[in-house]
């Protein structure tokens, strides 16, 4: 069965400062993997995605991540959050066959500090 | 612009009743599906659907419902609420695995 790990629960930053977001999935094959953002009182938007090629890939506001297979990882990175960066982030895996299911991690709140 | 929209925003009903949380998207997506958001959890797949008349048990479906009688809606059904059901219910669509999937805004519901 496939899953998804966050490990952190919380995490707090400065402004300025880097930020790095950690998810471990579990699934037989290598699967479509997404970061999702979820400001206070909002619903998810969707940051970047990997489906194959480049293991590194761009997303919206400043943010990047990195496919691992030998991991199992799909990390989240920002060289330098800004205090609107604050919110909850999700790490989510589709599976590749036609009935891939969309299936989220329990969340990372990041909070970012003056 | 296309759009996925939930209604109601904000629901309180009382233990036992029927309650039926809507769901409508204007993208002509075929897949579509409901999570609950709880503290601790995250986003928990309660159903989903990949096309008209087509439903699937997700991993929390006990006690829910939905129906997929058309390409447009998927209305969730809780067929007799309790207080465990007290949640943010969020629906989302796609148009295929490949791609994103759009959310609505949520629905928070309170079972007193």
Same mark, same amino acid.
């Given at each position: 069965a496939q899953s998804v790990t966050q490990p952190d629960i919380h995490i707090t930053v400065s402004e300025g400062a880097s930020l790095e977001l950690r998810c471990n999935y579990s699934y037989g094959a290598t699967p479509y993997l997404f970061w999702y953002v979820q400001s206070p009182g909002q619903g998810l938007q969707l940051l970047l995605k990997y489906?194959?090629? %480049?293991t590194l890939v761009q997303g919206i506001k400043g943010f990047e991540a990195e496919f691992k297979r030998s991991q199992s990882s799909f990390n989240l990175r920002k060289p330098s959050v800004h205090w609107s960066d604050a919110a909850e982030y999700f790490c989510a895996v589709a599976g590749? %066959?036609?009935?891939g299911k969309l299936q989220f991690g329990a969340g990372t709140q990041v909070v970012v500090t003056p | 612009d296309a759009e996925i929209t939930q209604s109601p925003r904000h629901k309180i009903t009382e233990t036992g009743r029927q309650v039926t949380l809507a769901c409508h998207q204007t993208?002509?997506?075929n897949n579509m599906f409901w999570y609950r958001q709880d503290l601790g959890h995250g986003l928990r797949l309660i159903h989903y659907s990949y096309g008209v008349q087509d439903t699937n048990k997700g991993e929390?479906?006990?006690?829910y419902s939905v129906s997929r009688s058309n390409t447009e809606d998927l209305p969730l059904t809780l067929e007799s609420a309790a207080s465990s059901q007290t949640s943010v219910y969020f629906c989302a669509s796609r148009r295929t695995v490949n791609t994103e999937a759009f959310f609505g805004q949520g629905t928070r519901l309170t079972v007193v």
């Open positions: 489906f194959s090629g %480049d590749t %066959d036609s009935w | 993208w002509n997506h929390v479906s006990d006690g």
